[in-house]
């Protein structure tokens, strides 16, 4: 059984930083690509980041600069590192895998910008 377990949200003011980690088990995370997508209250999901098994990354045009994602395949972990956080990055933040044509996603964790 697939599973994404997102931790590392919480409450920090404009312009801090947070670092999220999605623990994955249940497929083969090495070769997978990973993904982070994002839904603010009200809105749809938006995506914001992956990262191929090689270690190429991409990234939405707004998150660019600010956010790094990795991947420790030892530790089947992805992660986000979220620097200079603006108000408008208020999201619960979720992980992603397609495996095979369905796409498994994590529980997702919070993260508020407010001063």
């Known amino acids: 059984e697939v599973q994404l377990v997102e931790s590392g949200g919480g409450l920090v003011q404009p312009g801090g930083s947070l670092r999220l980690s999605c623990a994955a088990s249940?497929?083969?995370?090495?070769?997978?690509?990973m993904t982070w997508v994002r839904q603010a209250p009200g809105k749809g999901l938006e995506w914001v980041s992956k990262?191929?098994?090689?270690?190429?990354?991409r990234y939405a045009d707004a998150m660019k600069g600010r956010f790094t994602i990795s991947r420790d395949n030892a530790k089947n972990t992805v992660y986000l590192q979220m620097n200079d956080l603006k108000p408008e990055d208020t999201a619960v933040y979720i992980c992603?895998?397609?495996?095979?044509?369905?796409?498994?996603r994590g529980q997702g964790t919070q993260v508020t910008v407010s001063s």
């Open positions: 992603s895998v397609m495996v095979g044509t369905t796409a498994k």
């Open positions: 249940g497929f083969t995370f090495s070769t997978s690509v």
């Open positions: 990262i191929y098994s090689d270690g190429r990354t």
